[in-house]
């Protein structure tokens, strides 16, 4: 069982907020139900910080830096949990690195269609903007997005995961205009080791 960190402190917040605001009106058409597939994680908890009682992703490094800061369950509807990782553990708001698993209703579109959308919608919404892709195939997509606006400098990496009813979504965040080499690898290392149940 995963304690949810009292601070509450949420990363998410990187898309600009008319791009928010499309995505759950997608996600809320995709299905009403969500959230409802088997439990999808497939060993992604560093094994060493289950024993001491900390559940840290698996492949992130300095494991004792990062914290659990965000749980959130709405039963057949979506799962959220954030991790960051910490330069001060009395403020858990500052922090230099982000992982975060959204379970989430089934997005009504392919994921080459959902590049796409994003992809418009970064074009009308935040021009300064990237969003590059990594990896495209049937049932996933991995892209890389820079945001514009007041959310500064950071960069993210997402693993979305198109299942029947669900879509999963891991992201890894750096709070710099770009990541470092070592932090590529990294964060693509530990959005592979989350391993997904495909509804048939």
Same mark, same amino acid.
């Given at each position: 069982?995963?304690?949810? +960190?009292?601070? +509450?402190? +949420?990363?998410?917040?990187?898309?600009?907020?008319?791009?928010?605001?499309?995505?759950?009106?997608?996600?809320?058409?995709?299905?009403?139900?969500?959230?409802?597939?088997?439990?999808?994680?497939? $060993?992604? *908890?560093?094994?060493?910080?289950?024993?001491?009682? %900390?559940?840290?992703?698996?492949?992130?490094? +300095?494991?004792?830096?990062?914290?659990?800061?965000?749980?959130?369950?709405?039963?057949?509807?979506?799962?959220?949990?954030?991790?960051?990782?910490?330069?001060? %553990?009395?403020?858990?708001?500052?922090?230099?690195?982000?992982?975060?698993?959204?379970?989430?209703?089934?997005?009504?579109?392919?994921?080459?269609? *959902?590049?796409? *959308?994003?992809?418009?919608?970064?074009?009308?919404?935040?021009?300064?903007?990237?969003?590059?892709?990594?990896? $495209?195939?049937?049932?996933?997509?991995?892209?890389?997005?820079?945001?514009?606006?007041?959310?500064?400098?950071?960069?993210?990496?997402?693993?979305?995961?198109?299942?029947?009813?669900?879509?999963?979504?891991?992201?890894?965040?750096?709070?710099?205009?770009?990541?470092?080499?070592?932090?590529?690898?990294?964060?693509?290392?530990?959005?592979?080791?989350?391993? *997904?149940?495909?509804?048939?």
């Amino acid at each position: 069982m995963i304690a949810e +960190n009292p601070a +509450n402190v +949420n990363c998410r917040g990187c898309l600009p907020l008319p791009v928010i605001v499309v995505l759950l009106g997608l996600f809320a058409t995709g299905c009403s139900a969500g959230a409802t597939e088997p439990h999808p994680i497939a $060993v992604p *908890f560093h094994t060493e910080s289950l024993t001491k009682g %900390r559940a840290v992703p698996a492949k992130l490094q +300095n494991q004792e830096k990062w914290v659990l800061v965000d749980h959130q369950v709405v039963a057949g509807k979506f799962e959220r949990m954030t991790w960051h990782k910490l330069a001060d %553990r009395d403020h858990p708001e500052k922090w230099s690195e982000s992982f975060e698993y959204d379970d989430m209703p089934r997005v009504p579109l392919s994921p080459r269609r *959902f590049l796409d *959308f994003e992809k418009q919608s970064y074009a009308k919404q935040c021009p300064s903007g990237t969003v590059t892709p990594i990896a $495209v195939s049937d049932t996933e997509l991995t892209v890389e997005t820079k945001p514009c606006g007041p959310l500064g400098e950071q960069d993210e990496i997402d693993r979305f995961m198109f299942g029947k009813q669900d879509t999963f979504d891991v992201t890894y965040i750096v709070t710099a205009a770009e990541m470092i080499s070592a932090q590529r690898e990294q964060g693509l290392a530990a959005l592979a080791a989350w391993m *997904f149940q495909q509804s048939k």
